[in-house]
């Protein structure tokens, strides 16, 4: 008799030692779900990682640098300009960096290097003019005829003129097209900061 009441409690505890593991291993599947779920929502929803690929940023942003861009405020807020923004292309399927110069149903162009909004010249102080007078031949930014832009469009140009497809090459992005906006370089770390001019 001693001995099935021992066989027994052995079997109970067996039992009960595989419905513990089995109840740990759903608790972690469980976590690793919600934890999955959390980065989704916060990398889709609230910001965006961003790597810098190319220099048509340069020297504002460079090649290889890595951040964060603002999602949620690009949703709920207003895209203004020289904001820098993150740009879906959809027949690419890639996210390219650019910086926001016409806005809705403004008429753009650039004679001379110089930009002209609604025919009202207009400067762009994030531009590096040590960088901007390498180009002294006027190549840095070519003419541009006046573009009459969309009540969702919005041109964008990169701050590395002679290196960049743009809006010169795509034609204006629409308000669904950028998907985040400003830029906050996490890495490398001795670039770490917000970037917006």
Known sequence: MKKNEKETEEAEKKTEEKTSIG???????RDIVI????????FHC???????????????LQDKEYGISDVIGTKLGSIDRFDIVIVHLEEKNEYIVKRVIGLPGETVSY????????GK????????????????????????????????EYFCLGDNRPHSSDSRYYGPFKK???????????????KAGVRSW
């Open 46 to 60: 609230i910001i965006r990682p961003v790597e810098v690929i190319g220099s048509s940023m340069y020297p504002t």
């Open 23 to 29: 109840k740990e291993l759903l608790l972690f599947l």
């Open 176 to 190: 669904d097209d950028i998907i985040a906006k400003g830029v906050v370089v996490i890495y490398p770390f001795n």
């Open 35 to 42: 934890a999955m779920a959390v980065v989704f929502v916060v």
């Open 111 to 118: 004679k001379d290097g110089q930009l002209y909004i609604n």
């Open 121 to 152: 010249a207009m400067d762009e102080p994030f531009l590096n003019q040590d960088y901007v007078n390498t180009y002294e031949d006027g190549t840095f930014m070519s003419d541009v005829d006046p573009i009459t832009l969309g009540d969702d």
